[in-house]
C-alpha cells in the first residue's frame, strides 16, 4: 500500500521548517512521497505572494528532494478544506494511506474544522514539534477525539513565514531560513516589500521600465552571487532610474528646492542629474531611508571614490542588464562574476572614451572613480565588500 503526506499551507513564503518537517516526515513514516499543497485562496489571511509565485518559491526549495513533490490540487479561486483535500486524494489515490502534516500548534484546531469527524475517518495525522506548544499532549488529546495521530520526532520548530516577511521587509534574505535560491526569487520580483515596481511604472517609459526590471535582476544575480544581501540589490535595482524620463527642467528645481550639492556640469544634463535627484525621490516618494540604498542611486551613471559593495553591485547591473548591446559587453558580465571593481572599471573607462570621442567633459566622479579602482585593484588582498 502506498503512502502519501499531504503538506497543506499558504508557504508565505515557504522555509526551511516546512522542508525538514517534510523530510523527516517522509523518512519516519516510511511515506512514498509528500505533496506539498499551497491554498489558492487562504482562509485566514490574503497571502502576500501569488499562488503562482509560491508554487515557485515551493519549487525551488524542493528541487533535489526525492520523494517532496507539488501538487495543485488547492489551486482554487475559492477557499478550500481539509476534508476538500484529503478526499480528492482519496479518489486520486484509493488504495493509500494518507497522513495529513500539521504543525502541533494547529492540533487544538482540528476539531473545530469542517466535517472534523469525516476527515478523521479519511486520513492520519502526522504532527511535527512547534515552539512553545505541548505536542505530547495536544497529540493525545486529538485522539480523544478520534484521530489517529503520529507525533514525529523531528527538532521543534522555531521559525514561521510571518517572522521571515518581517525579516524581509527589513532588507534582510532571512539566512537559515530562506534558502538562497529562495530569497533570491523573492529579491528578483520585489515580494514583501512595497510594490515599488508599479510605483515606478507610473513614472517612466515602458522601456525604462523593462531596463529597471532587467537590472533589479540582474543585481539580486550578482549580490548573490558575491555573497551580498540580496532584498538591498532589488530595492535599489527597481528604484534606480525612477527619475530618468523627468525633463531636465523638473530635476533642476527638485535639485535647488532640496538643496542637491551638483555642480554646474551636473545641472546641466540629464544623464549625470537624474541619478542624485532620483535619490532624493526615492527617499521622499518611496521613503527608502538605507543610506547604502540612496548612494547606490546617487552614483549608478558616474560611480565615484569608494563605491561599496551594493553600489558597484548597481553600477555594474546597470551596465550589462539583459536589454543592453555595445562593444565589450560579453567581456564586462564575464568581469562581473568574478570582481565587481573590475568591471566597473572597464565600464567606466569605456564610457570615458566615449564622451572624449564626442567632445565631451568627463564627470570629475567618474575620473576619481577610476583612480580609485586602479588603486584598488592594485591591491595584493581582495577587500572586503559587505555592507
Known sequence: MRRIGIFSGTFDPVHIGHLGAAQVCLQALQLDKVFFAPFGKPLIRQADASAAQRCEMIRLTIAGHPGLELSEIDLQPKPRYAVDTVGELRQRYPDAELFYIIGADKLRDIPGWKDAARLMTMCSFAAYPRA??????????????????????????????GQIRAQLRLLSDAPGRLLPQVAEYIASNGLYQPDYERMVRQAVSPSRLLHSQGVRHTAVRLARLH?????????????????????????????????????????????????????????????????H???????????????????????????????????????????????????????????????????????????????????????PVKEDLAY
Open 293 to 379: 540604498i540612496l548612494n547606490a542611486i546617487r552614483y549608478h551613471t558616474t560611480g565615484r571614490a569608494g563605491m561599496n559593495a551594493l553600489e558597484l553591485v548597481i553600477f555594474v547591473a546597470d551596465a550589462i542588464e539583459p536589454s543592453r548591446k555595445y562593444p565589450g559587453l560579453g567581456l564586462m558580465r564575464e568581469q562581473a562574476q568574478e570582481d565587481l571593481r573590475l568591471a566597473a572599471l572597464t565600464s567606466l573607462t569605456g564610457t570615458q572614451k566615449f564622451v572624449k570621442t564626442k567632445g565631451l567633459s568627463e564627470s570629475p566622479l567618474s575620473l576619481m572613480g577610476i583612480a580609485d579602482l586602479r588603486a584598488r585593484l592594485r591591491h
Open 132 to 161: 512553545g506548544y505541548d505536542a505530547s499532549a495536544l497529540c493525545e488529546d486529538l485522539r480523544d477525539h478520534g484521530a489517529h495521530v503520529r507525533l514525529i520526532p523531528a527538532a521543534q520548530v522555531t521559525m514561521s513565514s
Open 227 to 291: 555573497g551580498l544581501l540580496m532584498q538591498k540589490a532589488g530595492v535599489a535595482g527597481i528604484l534606480h532610474d525612477c527619475a530618468k524620463n523627468m525633463e531636465l527642467g523638473r530635476l533642476q528645481f527638485i535639485a535647488r528646492q532640496a538643496r542637491l550639492p551638483c555642480d554646474a556640469q551636473t545641472m546641466g544634463s540629464n544623464a549625470l542629474l537624474h541619478g542624485p535627484v532620483g535619490a532624493q525621490i526615492a527617499r521622499m516618494r518611496y521613503h527608502i531611508s538605507d543610506a
